[in-house]
C-alpha cells in the first residue's frame, strides 16, 4: 500500500530536549517536504527536499532542521523546542513540487 | 472561503443536497490546483487537481471549476454524504518552476445536517 509514515503520532517534551520526527515514503518519490498546521493558519511549509542531500527553506523555516540521505526518509529535526512549535506536523511526499502531495497522518508536538 | 482568522468559515449542508466550496487565490501566476479533505485527526487526502489550461474537471461527485480571471476555485460536491463532513483545503503551485511546495488556503468546514 503506498503511503507515507509518521512517528511518533503524538509527543510531549520538555522545552530545549532535542527530538526527531521521522517520515517515511514507500512510493519512490523524489520529492517531500515538512508542513506544520495551526489553528486559522491551514498548512505552511517548513522544510523541502527535491532529492537526496538537497534540502531546501519553505515559509517557516526557524528552529527545523531535515536530512535526506535516502530517497525515502526525510526526518524533521528540533534541535531545542521551545512552546511555539507545538502543532500539528505533516510529512508528505510527491513526484514533484507541482504534483498531488501524499500526507502522513500527522504527528501532535506538544512543547510545554 | 478563506479565514484570516483563528475560525473556520463553516458551510452547512442538507444531507443529499449539493455542496460548494470557494477559494480566493493569490497568485496569478499559478498554474496548478489541488483540492484536499481533511476528516478529524488525519492528514489532508487528495481529492481533485486542476491546471491553468482547464477551467473545469470532474471526478467521482466532485467537480472543480477554475476561473484564472478573477483567481477563484471551487468545488462542487453532488448528493452530499455524511462521510464528507471534513475540513476542505485549496492550494495552488505557481508557474515559476521553483521547488518551493504547495501553498494552502485556511480551509473550509463543511458539516453535513442530516
Known amino acids: 500500500e503506498a503511503q507515507v509514515t509518521q512517528n511518533p503520532r503524538y509527543l510531549i517534551t520538555v522545552t530545549g530536549k532535542k527530538l526527531t520526527v521521522t517520515c517515511s515514503q514507500n512510493m519512490n518519490h523524489e520529492y517531500m517536504s515538512w508542513y506544520r498546521q495551526d489553528p486559522g493558519l491551514g498548512l505552511r511549509q517548513i522544510y523541502y527536499?527535491?532529492?537526496?542531500?538537497?534540502?531546501d527553506k519553505g515559509d517557516v523555516p526557524e528552529g527545523y532542521k531535515v536530512s535526506r540521505k535516502e530517497k525515502r526518509n526525510f526526518p524533521l529535526i528540533l534541535e531545542s523546542p521551545s512552546p511555539n512549535q507545538t502543532s500539528l506536523y505533516f510529512c508528505?511526499?510527491?513526484?514533484?513540487?507541482?504534483?498531488?502531495?501524499?500526507f502522513g497522518q500527522g504527528t501532535r508536538l506538544t512543547v510545554v | 472561503g478563506e479565514s484570516v482568522g483563528l475560525h473556520l468559515p463553516t458551510l452547512s449542508v442538507q444531507e443529499g443536497d449539493n455542496s460548494i466550496i470557494n477559494c480566493a487565490y493569490s497568485?496569478?501566476?499559478?498554474?496548478?490546483f489541488i483540492w484536499y479533505k481533511q476528516e478529524s485527526g488525519k492528514g489532508p487526502q487528495f481529492i481533485i487537481d486542476i491546471r491553468s489550461n482547464m477551467d473545469k474537471r470532474q471526478g467521482q461527485r466532485v467537480t472543480v471549476l477554475l476561473n484564472k480571471t478573477v483567481k477563484h476555485l471551487s468545488l462542487q460536491i453532488a448528493a452530499t454524504q455524511p462521510g464528507d463532513s471534513a475540513v476542505y483545503f485549496c492550494a495552488e503551485k505557481g508557474s515559476g518552476g521553483g521547488a518551493d511546495g504547495l501553498t494552502f488556503g485556511k480551509g473550509t468546514h463543511l458539516i453535513i445536517q442530516p
Open positions: 527536499s527535491m532529492n537526496v542531500e538537497v534540502t
Open positions: 508528505a511526499s510527491s513526484f514533484a513540487a507541482n504534483t498531488e502531495a501524499f
Open positions: 497568485n496569478s501566476a499559478s498554474d496548478y
